[in-house]
């Protein structure tokens, strides 16, 4: 029987992966079972792996065929110590962090969704990362987090003026 919080969590991976389709026109698909198949203990199997494979197995959501370099993580919490990021540490941000980049390659678009029960839903990305084309980023935040600086903002925000952005830094 699964649990209410992994329930949680599979609902807010298939509403990003709805979004994300309906966005983009291609389909986003939840992982099946995800849970870090390449990742932490297991990365030594992105070796056996073709790139397709990797590609299906790596974070919370299966791109769509135009966005190989698409990374994500989704979270969906009932709360999050906001108060920790201005405190210097946020060891929950960073434990997500650090899944969302267990799996990451070189030049992957590293994307963390996150969503808080009656709070929100926000995005956190590289925000030093060096792409082809600008990021908008407003009433946003920076975190640090192992010398890279993450910007944190609202989700829906972050889409109305990064549609074409992640497009183009996913291809």
Wanted: hydrophobic share 35%; proline share 4%; net charge neutral.
């Amino acid at each position: 029987m699964t649990s209410k919080s992994k329930t949680k969590g599979n609902s807010w991976e298939r509403e990003v992966a709805k979004h994300l389709t309906e966005l983009y026109g291609e389909p986003f698909i939840r992982v099946p079972n995800s849970g870090a198949y390449i990742g932490g203990a297991n990365t030594k199997r992105k070796e056996i792996l073709h790139e397709g494979q990797i590609r299906s197995f790596k974070g919370d959501i299966i791109p769509g065929q135009s966005f190989p370099k698409f990374n994500c993580e989704c979270k969906n919490y009932a709360d999050f110590p906001f108060h920790q990021l201005f405190q210097g540490e946020c060891k929950q941000l960073n434990n997500w962090i650090d899944q969302l980049m267990d799996v990451a390659d070189e030049g992957d678009f590293n994307i963390l969704f996150m969503k808080f029960t009656r709070i929100g839903k926000f995005v956190a990305l590289e925000f030093d990362q060096h792409y082809d084309v600008p990021l908008f980023v407003e009433y946003h935040m920076l975190y640090t987090y192992k010398d890279i600086r993450w910007a944190i903002m609202d989700y829906d925000r972050f889409w109305s003026l990064n549609k074409n952005f992640v497009s183009i830094a996913c291809s």
